[in-house]
């Protein structure tokens, strides 16, 4: 099974900042990477796929890059509603596999 | 606007089964592919098992290869997951998802809680 690894694993940021999470896949995935937003009790919600594709709805500070092993999601300018959890997620292959989230916390 | 509503989660005894189902609405559920994602408490996403439009191809995690059985009925609109032999470290939310095939997961439904214990 490809080994999704994201980093950091939590971390604390303003309102305003710009953060970036990275995704590493443990053997190439292409393009085949999205990212996920999880609020505590709500299912995920689909953010990015096709590692850069922006899904319709929602925000453009929202925007991910990368391709083969590493991946990047950036948050241009953190907004009070972006504080959540993120994921990513790899579709290259079965078993479908996520990373084990990033949880982005309020400093 | 696309729905998806789980149910059919509870309290079940380790060894037990439980059949979870999932209505959509809002979309041609025939044409797309459908997924079981679960979430136990406080962790990570796991994948569980993908099914196709025309339930061709079936593809499960290796935690629960035989031991769950997915399905689909596509004049009434639902995907199944029939769980038996449940362990403790089934305990989870599950969601139902739906992507085009071999793809990413559009939406989400908001999850049936499957807790296993004795």
């Known amino acids: 099974a490809i080994r999704m690894t994201q980093s950091p694993s939590s971390f604390s940021a303003s309102t305003g900042d710009r953060v970036t999470i990275t995704c590493r896949a443990s053997?190439?995935?292409?393009?085949?990477l999205a990212w996920y937003q999880q609020k505590p009790g709500k299912a995920p919600k689909l953010l990015i796929y096709?590692?850069?594709t922006l899904q319709s709805g929602v925000p453009s500070r929202f925007s991910g890059s990368g391709s083969g092993t590493d991946f990047t999601l950036t948050i241009s300018c953190l907004q009070s509603e972006d504080f959540a959890t993120y994921y990513c997620?790899?579709?290259?292959?079965?078993?479908?596999?996520f990373g084990q989230g990033t949880r982005l916390e309020i400093k | 606007e696309v729905q998806l509503v789980e149910s059919g989660g509870g309290l079940v005894k380790p060894g037990g089964s439980l059949r979870l189902s999932c209505a959509a609405s809002?979309?041609?559920?025939?044409?797309?592919?459908m997924n079981w994602v679960r979430q136990a408490p406080g962790k990570g996403l796991e994948w569980v098992s993908s099914?196709?439009?025309?339930?061709?191809?079936?593809y499960y995690a290796d935690s629960v290869k035989g031991r769950f059985t997915i399905s689909r009925d596509n004049a009434k609109n639902s995907l199944y997951l029939q769980m038996n032999s449940l362990r403790a470290e089934d305990t989870a939310v599950y969601y139902c998802?739906?992507?085009?095939?071999?793809?990413?997961?559009?939406?989400w439904g908001q999850g049936t809680l499957v807790t296993v214990s004795s």
């Open positions: 998802a739906i992507s085009d095939s071999n793809s990413h997961f559009d939406y």
């Open positions: 809002g979309f041609t559920f025939s044409s797309y592919s």
């Open positions: 099914i196709s439009s025309s339930s061709s191809y079936i």
């Open positions: 053997q190439g995935i292409s393009s085949y």
């Open positions: 096709a590692a850069s």
């Open positions: 997620q790899q579709y290259y292959s079965y078993p479908i596999t």
